[in-house]
Each structure stands twice: as structure tokens, then as C-alpha cells.
């Protein structure tokens, strides 16, 4: 019951959340302290190790570059080589810290959820008999029992028993929520505590694989794995610094026939100076710091790849019942046709409902039943579980009698196939609890050769609150949403328009559910899914985005490639907004860098060759000025390194992103990161240059 949509962030829209509300995580979103910095050092000196390194393959160049001007520093060290030297050494470093820095922010996160995952003992049910043995040796298949005090031992779903769990361990939130066997609300996460009664847990997940070591390895970087946009970029950059390596060896000929020659470290430093280091050091940074402002907002997302998805999502369908409304769907009243009589319709639907360990079947079994031990289950009764392709559920009875309940499109079929007639009132009695937003499932029964139908069972369940002007922000986004259900028509309609999504699709199959979302795609539309049960797991899979709700089945958790804490469907506000401040973050400091280096070209050269005797030509291009081309060079290098610690909080904080029209904001972006980029290396070498030159001595 408590696991609502009423655990909105406190910056959302939202209803506000529950006093008792605490998180453990670190709330510092967008921080970067210099105590960060000092602390990332040690591990960005491990990152210094060229197999690492090799993966990127500009800053690679930089630490190449730095090893050759090392060594020659170490056959012929003067003051202006040791300099450049030790700002290259800087430069690798730089790159390394901003990654560390971005990655030390998820190890404090990680540090909190280890603390969930404490040592601790499960109770192992074996034939019948319990026994203690430590939660490590649980292996996928065995039965736990967690009584109200236990921590529960691992991951798995409920098989037996109805209880309310304190997670806050794993999504931060105090308020206790409902696990049950059956439903959509079974499966249990390792290391939440169980507040009442007694379930039986079947594990599903190995030791070392279980959700929070999947977490802890996500929030450290541990799997992050690059985004095939990554490799791309990666790509481009390694091949511009292909081309400049090529342009600064071949200074090398024009300075030897002008009667000069090039040391090792000016053409290395030239190098650094040229090829793109600012995204280069920052890259992965950008990354790490997007799926970091997801987890802030409780949202994992198992990759990168989903992250940069969402910037582009234009259709967002959602789940009806446990997405949209509560999940709750329980029965509420029971209704007879005219020619069945109320204890008929109750004792029907009682005995469709005893073997249905579905929540709504446990709620039948709850209105209809006699007390306790009356009714007793009868001898040789073969029960037809609930499928969501039959959408039925029910008993066939030893006489060759057989009673079923479910969707009346599904009901109807089964008696008129039988030589039943479907009663005029049905349709009804269906329609008035469809046109509330109810679920009516029909109660019919067949036997000596016909069927008839007795009667509707109202399932009731609640629309979580504040859903009708999250999905307004989500129109104003260009997002469009639309509302899958198994239910039928008249209930979807209502549903829909009480939660004010765009559109939906009613009495849908699992293959319906996939086939919309394939629909979509093929129209080049990115479509995201957020679902909760075990039969949205193959939409969820199949959706460029699939978020799937925490309080939903481990198939749907699996399944998708993000899970929300919180359950929360309009969480896809957040996520889309996070996607697209990092696609904007990425390209704005490329432009940035790709800008700054071009401009360094037309800051250096000039100097470098004004100092050649016979290429005068150049003078004319030197508008800078700078005093040598010693300091020229050297300036260019730390105003190289230094660009890179300057835009380290950027990179992590992401580009302010305006809700304006993409081409606006590219605009706009263009002009700040490209102009922005082709003037501060003027500026910038200047002011180093001047400040180098009044050290005595140094060039
Ligand atoms: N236990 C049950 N026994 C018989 N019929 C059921 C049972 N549960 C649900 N139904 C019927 O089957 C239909 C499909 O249910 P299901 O839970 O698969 O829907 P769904 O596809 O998950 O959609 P949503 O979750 O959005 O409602 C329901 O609308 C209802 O008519
Ligand atoms: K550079
Ligand atoms: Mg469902």
C-alpha cells in the first residue's frame, strides 16, 4: 500500500514526502569540493597505468608524450624542458583526478549500501525443517523464512505469506511497503528488513549478484562500460589527434630547411597543445557524473547507453496497474446477473479464487469465503492458474463441473463456446464498474453440457496521486504517453483519463505490449517503458529505455535497463531531463575543445616560428606578442592543463539545460562553447605568458 508515488524527490512537483523520510545517500548533487580533489589523488595515480590508459587514446598520446620529453629531460635537462615536462605529467594527471573525482562521489553512495549488505543469517527451510546457515551460502532455488526483526538474506520473490518490508537499506525510504506471493509485488531485494508478519522467500539471485552488489558495482563505476556514442567520439578524437600528429612532424622538415631545428619537447609540446585533451580528460567524467545525477534522483540505470536514450525519448508507455495506479487491485464488491443468485455468484467465485495465488484472487477468497475451514478445498480439484494470455483464472471440479472468472472478453468466449448465452445485464454490470475505473472480472460456470455466467466480482485499485500534472510537464517535453493494460476498454478509458495520459491501448497481451513498442520504433521513434509485472518484462526489454518499478517482479527488474526506487512513473521526467543535459554537456565541451585547439594553433605557431631566422613571414601572424617562443610554448601547455581543471566542475555539474527548442539551444550552445572556445586561449596564454616572463631566469 506504501509503495505510492508519493516518494517524489523534495525538489519535484510532488506531493511532499512523508516526515519520516530519510535518505543515507550524500545529498551533494552537483559538489566538487577541493577536498574531493586531494582525496581523488591516490586513485588517479593508479589510473596512470598505460592499460588503462590506452583506452583513451588522446590522453594516451599525452602520457607518451610525456615519458619521451621525460627521457629527454633526463639525457639534457634545462630549465624550460623540465618545465614542459612536469605540466605534461600535470596534464595526465588532470584527466586522471576528474575521472577520480567523479567516481569517488558514487563510492561514498556504494560505502552506504555496503553497510546493507551486513553479514547476516538466514533461516534455510529444507523438507520441512528449518535450519540456520549464513546468508552467503544461499544459492538461487532455496526457500528462506523472514519473520518480523529479520534482515531478509538475499534476493528472490515471495512464494508464501504477505508481509510489510522496511527497504529503506536500498531505495532510502522509511515508509514500510507490502511484499506478497503472487502478484506484482513479490520480489524482495537482500538486506531489507521485514517489519511483520511471516513470508517464505525463494532466492533467485547467486551470492555476489544479488541487487546490491549489482548496485554498489554501479553507483563505483565498476561495469560502467562505454556508450557506443563514446566509442564514436573516442573515435573522431583519436583520429584528430592522428591528423595533428601528422601536422606538427611535418614542422619538423620546414624548420630544418629554414635553417632551424624543432626540439623533441616543443614538438610534443605542440602536440598536447593541439590534439583535443579537454574532452578528452572529461569524457567519462560526463558519463560517470550522468549516472550519478540518476542515482541522486534513486533511479539505477545499468547503463550508459539507456542514460543517453532517454535524451532522445519521444513515446513513453507505462503499465496500467502497480505503474500507473497503486498495484492494489483487490475486490471490493460482488454483483450477480438477474437469473444467479447472490450465494451462487459469492460460492462461484470463491472456488475460482482458491487456488489463485494472485493478489486479486487472495482478495476474492477474502470477500466470498465462509470462515476459516468451512469451505475446505475439494478432492481432485485440478485448478487453471491466471495467465496473462487467458486472461482467466479458476477450477475444474472432479463432476465435470468447472468455474472460471476473468476479463469478460475472455469469459465470454469460454461460455458461448460451451453453448452458453451471454445475459444482456453482464454487459451492464461490466460497463458501470469499467466506467469507474474498476477491473470487473465475470464469474461463470459450466457443466451437463452448457455454461452460464453468474455474475462480476468489482476489483477496485487507486491512481497514484499527482500523476495528471507530471504527465502535462512530460507533453510540454514533447513526450507522448500512453497507458498499456490488459484491462478492458471501459477501465482503461476511465484510467486514463483520470491519469491524463495521451492515449492507450486496452485489453493488450504481452506480445501486444512488445509489438506496440516495435511499432513505434520502426517509425524512429525512441520509446521508453515503465512497467512492473512479469509480463511487461518483454516490452521492458525490448524498449529503448525500460524503467521498471522497484516494487515490481525480478523478471521486469532484470528485464529493463533501469530501475526506479522510488516506483515512481513519471520518474521519466528526471531521467529524460538527466539524458539530455548529458548529451548537451558532451557536445558543448567538445565544441569547447575542438574550438580551443584550433585557436592554440593560431596563438603558437606564429611565435615558434618568428624565432627561426629566414621565416619572417610569420611575424605578421603574430598578433599575440608573447614574449618568447620559449614562454610562448610553455604558456600554451599550462594554459593546456589548467583548461582542463577549470572545467572539471562543468563536466560534473552538466550544462545548465534550458526547456527551449533543440535547435535554439544547439545555437546558442554553439556560439558559448565554440566562440567561447576560440577566444579564451588568447586571453589565457597571454596572462601566463606575461606572468612567465617576469619570473626571472625561467625562459
Ligand atoms: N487473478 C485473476 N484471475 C482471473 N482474471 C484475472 C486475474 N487477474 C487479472 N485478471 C484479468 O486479466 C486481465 C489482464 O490482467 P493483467 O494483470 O495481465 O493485466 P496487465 O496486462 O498487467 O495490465 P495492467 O497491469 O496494466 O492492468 C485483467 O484486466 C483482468 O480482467
Ligand atoms: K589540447
Ligand atoms: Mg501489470
Not at 506504501?2 to 550524500?26: C, E, F, L, Q
Not at 475460482?352 to 476474492?364: C, H, K, N, Q, V
Not at 539524458?579 to 567538445?590: D, M, P, S, Y
Request: aromatic share 4%; with cysteine.
Amino acid at each position: 500500500m506504501a509503495d505510492t508515488a508519493t516518494r517524489h524527490r523534495p525538489d519535484g512537483p510532488g506531493p511532499v514526502p512523508p516526515s519520516a523520510h530519510h535518505d543515507p545517500r550524500p545529498a551533494a548533487a552537483g559538489a566538487f569540493s577541493p577536498k574531493a580533489l586531494v582525496a581523488a589523488v591516490p586513485s588517479a595515480l593508479r589510473k596512470l597505468d598505460p592499460r588503462l590508459m590506452v583506452k583513451q587514446p588522446v590522453m594516451f598520446t599525452v602520457l607518451v608524450g610525456s615519458l619521451l620529453t621525460t627521457a629527454y629531460c633526463l639525457a639534457d635537462p634545462g630549465v624550460f624542458t623540465v618545465a614542459v615536462t612536469l605540466w605534461l605529467w600535470a596534464t595526465v594527471l588532470f584527466a586522471n583526478l576528474a575521472e577520480a573525482v567523479a567516481e569517488g562521489r558514487g563510492k561514498a553512495q556504494a560505502d552506504t549500501l555496503r553497510r546493507a549488505r551486513r553479514e547476516s543469517m538466514a533461516r534455510l527451510l529444507r523438507g520441512g525443517a528449518e535450519s540456520e546457515v549464513p546468508a552467503t551460502d544461499l544459492t538461487a532455488g532455496d526457500l528462506v523464512v523472514c519473520e518480523a526483526g529479520d534482515a531478509i538474506p538475499g534476493d528472490g520473490d515471495v512464494v508464501e505469506g504477505v508481509a510489510s518490508v522496511d527497504e529503506s537499506a536500498v531505495t532510502g525510504e522509511s515508509a514500510p511497503v507490502i511484499r506478497e506471493s503472487g502478484g506484482d509485488r513479490s520480489a524482495v531485494t537482500g538486506g531489507t528488513v521485514v517489519l511483520s508478519d511471516r513470508i517464505v522467500v525463494r532466492i533467485t539471485a547467486e551470492p555476489g549478484s544479488t541487487f546490491l552488489d549489482r548496485m554498489i558495482a554501479l553507483v563505483e563505476g565498476a561495469q560502467r562500460q562505454k556508450t557506443p556514442n563514446e566509442i564514436a567520439l573516442n573515435a573522431l578524437l583519436a583520429s584528430l589527434s592522428v591528423c595533428f600528429l601528422l601536422a606538427v612532424v611535418t614542422l619538423q622538415p620546414f624548420a630544418i630547411w629554414s635553417g632551424g631545428r624543432l626540439d623533441v619537447p616543443v614538438l610534443v609540446a605542440l602536440l598536447v597543445c593541439l590534439i583535443p585533451t579537454t574532452i578528452g580528460a572529461l569524457l567519462s567524467s560526463i558519463g560517470i557524473a550522468g549516472m550519478d545525477r540518476l542515482v541522486l534522483r534513486n533511479v539505477l540505470a545499468m547503463s550508459g547507453r539507456a542514460v543517453e536514450a532517454a535524451g532522445n525519448i519521444t513515446t513513453l508507455l507505462l503499465d496500467k496497474t502497480g505503474t500507473i495506479t497503486l498495484g492494489d487491485r483487490r475486490a471490493h464488491e460482488v454483483l450477480p446477473v438477474a437469473d444467479a443468485g447472490r450465494e451462487e455468484l459469492m460460492a462461484a467465485a470463491h472456488l475460482s479464487s482458491l487456488a489463485d495465488g494472485t493478489p486479486e484472487g487472495r482478495s476474492i477468497v477474502a470477500l466470498c469465503g465462509p470462515p476459516a475451514g468451512a469451505r475446505d478445498r475439494q478432492e481432485g480439484a485440478v485448478p487453471v492458474p491466471f495467465s496473462a494470455e487467458s486472461r482467466m483464472s479458476g477450477m475444474d471440479l472432479p463432476g465435470g463441473r468447472c468455474v472460471r472468472k476473468g476479463a469478460a472478453s475472455a469469459v465470454r468466449i469460454w461460455v458461448q463456446r460451451q453453448g452458453g448465452r451471454w445475459p444482456a445485464d453482464a454487459t451492464d454490470l461490466v460497463d458501470r464498474i469499467s466506467g469507474a475505473g474498476g477491473t470487473p472480472l465475470v464469474v461463470a460456470e459450466s457443466g451437463e453440457g452448457t455454461a452460464r455466467v453468474l455474475g462480476v466480482v468489482h476489483l477496485k485499485d487507486v491512481v497514484k496521486p499527482g500523476l495528471r500534472e507530471r504527465f502535462a510537464q512530460l507533453r510540454a517535453m514533447g513526450i507522448r504517453t500512453v497507458m498499456i493494460t490488459g484491462d478492458n476498454q471501459r477501465t482503461a478509458a476511465a484510467i486514463a483519463d483520470e491519469a491524463g495520459v495521451d492515449d492507450f491501448l486496452a485489453e493488450a497481451t504481452p506480445q501486444d505490449k512488445l509489438d506496440l513498442i516495435r511499432r513505434e520504433q520502426e517509425g524512429g521513434r525512441m520509446v521508453a517503458m515503465t512497467g512492473d509485472g512479469t509480463n511487461d518484462a518483454p516490452a521492458l526489454a525490448q524498449a529503448d529505455v525500460g524503467v521498471a518499478m522497484n516494487s515490481g517482479t525480478t523478471a521486469a527488474k532484470e528485464a529493463g535497463n533501469m530501475v526506479d526506487l522510488d516506483s515512481d512513473p513519471t520518474k521519466l521526467i528526471e531521467i529524460v531531463r538527466i539524458g539530455k543535459q548529458l548529451l548537451i554537456t558532451r557536445g558543448a565541451l567538445t565544441t569547447f575543445s575542438i574550438a580551443n585547439d584550433v585557436a592554440k594553433y593560431f596563438a603558437i605557431i606564429p611565435a615558434m616560428f618568428a624565432a627561426i631566422p629566414g621565416y619572417g613571414g610569420l611575424e605578421a601572424l603574430d598578433v599575440m606578442g608573447l614574449s618568447s617562443p620559449q614562454s610562448a610554448i610553455l604558456s600554451a601547455v599550462v594554459f593546456n592543463a589548467l583548461v582542463i581543471v577549470a572545467l572539471v566542475p562543468l563536466a560534473l555539474r552538466g550544462v545548465r539545460h534550458r526547456a527551449s527548442a533543440p535547435a535554439a539551444m544547439l545555437r546558442r550552445n554553439l556560439l558559448v562553447y565554440g566562440l567561447g572556445g576560440l577566444v579564451t586561449p588568447f586571453i589565457g596564454i597571454k596572462l601566463i605568458d606575461v606572468l612567465i616572463s617576469s619570473i626571472p631566469g625561467l625562459v
